[in-house]
């Protein structure tokens, strides 16, 4: 089994993990909505920003989960 890690370093500054993975999960939620707005699909969804908030913590706890190990 891989150790989970405890902290990430990057330049000199300790992170949790679960920071790490909310920027990428919000990054990858954000480029999911335009991919939506791009294609007109968010006219489906009654308020899309909430969409947005959804997919983040759903992409959170993916990478999270997946990649990282909480």
């Known amino acids: 089994m891989l150790p989970v ?5 990057i330049g000199g500054v300790f992170l949790p993990p ?6 990428i999960g ?9 991919l939506l ?6 006219r489906f969804f009654a ?10 913590i759903i992409y959170t706890v993916l990478f999270g989960s997946l990649f990282i190990g909480i």
Not at 18 to 23: D, G, K, P
Not at 26 to 34: C, D, G, K, Y
Not at 48 to 53: G, K, S, Y
Request: glycine share 2%; no cysteine; hydrophobic share 60%.
């Open 5 to 9: 890690p405890h902290e990430f370093a």
């Open 18 to 23: 679960l920071l790490i993975a909310a920027v």
């Open 26 to 34: 919000v990054l990858t939620a954000v480029v999911t909505a335009r």
């Open 37 to 42: 707005d791009r294609y007109r699909l968010s």
């Open 47 to 56: 308020f899309p920003p909430l969409v947005l908030v959804g997919l983040s």
